[in-house]
């Protein structure tokens, strides 16, 4: 029961793997954050066990089956339905140019995603890297803005969605990671979400290993372009290029 009361810990429709559970938990209870597995979990322990959620690659944290695999372990209980990931299919199914080109997701879908890549398409590419981090708000400054997300459920990778209206919570400089929380009705246009305030929710966090590979990225993209050297040196470098 304990173990069934904290996967949905959350409140958030994941379908949480019992491995990844197990982990968590164990190490709450090395920090001393989570009591023994026969209590019931109180509201600073359920806390703990989102916090941990928020800072966790979904692709980790999601159930996984091997093909004809049951999760029958007891007291077993599931936020999302394989209906939800059912509906997200249909919908990017129908939205390709060879079937109707539009479709929605139904008022009924509920999903968390996180946020892997994260790009201002409003912007060209030399002064997105010019402008580096930011210590603006996340909507301070950027009033002509679209952002460009791609995103995963923990099962599907690299869905695309674009920002059809300003979302103030999320900005460039989002970590990736990030975890956001996706309701419907949501227009999906030739495979990309439309997402705005009225369908989605930052929920926040981060996952450490991706930040390092989004930072790394950006410091490449840099280097390439010599985005933060005076002109002079921008030219050497270049000139330095093999033809």
């Known amino acids: 029961a304990f173990y069934a009361q904290m996967r949905t810990a959350t409140g958030l429709r994941v379908r949480r ?11 709450l209870r090395r920090r001393g954050t989570v009591r023994s597995a026969g209590a019931d979990p109180t509201a600073d322990e359920r806390e703990a066990v989102y916090e941990q959620f928020l800072h966790a690659d979904l692709r980790d944290i999601v159930y996984q089956p091997e ?32 079937a109707d080109g539009v479709s929605e997701l139904p008022a009924s879908f ?25 210590e603006l708000t996340p909507a301070a400054g950027q ?9 995963s459920d923990g099962t599907h990778r690299g869905l695309v969605a674009l920002e ?3 979302i103030q919570d999320l900005s460039p400089h989002t970590l990736a990671g990030c975890k956001v929380r996706i309701t419907g009705p949501v227009e999906v246009r030739l495979g990309i979400l439309m997402l705005h305030e009225g369908n989605t929710l930052v929920l926040g966090g981060c996952v450490p290993e991706i930040v390092e590979l989004q930072r790394a990225a950006v410091a ?6 010599g985005s933060g050297q005076d002109v002079t040196m921008r030219a050497l470098v270049r000139d330095e290029l093999p033809a």
């Open 67 to 98: 093909d004809g695999e049951e999760d029958d372990e007891p007291g077993s209980v599931y936020d999302s339905l394989p209906s939800e990931r059912d509906a997200l299919v249909a919908a990017l199914t129908r939205s390709m140019p060879d």
């Open 143 to 151: 009033q002509k803005r679209c952002l460009k997300m791609i995103l």
């Open 164 to 166: 059809s209206l300003q």
């Open 110 to 134: 509920r999903s968390c995603m996180q946020v892997e890549e994260l790009l201002d398409v409003g912007r060209d590419a030399e002064t997105r890297l010019k402008l580096g981090p930011s």
């Open 220 to 225: 490449a993209a840099r280097k390439r372009v």
């Open 17 to 27: 793997s019992w491995r990844w559970m197990e982990d968590c938990l164990a190490h």
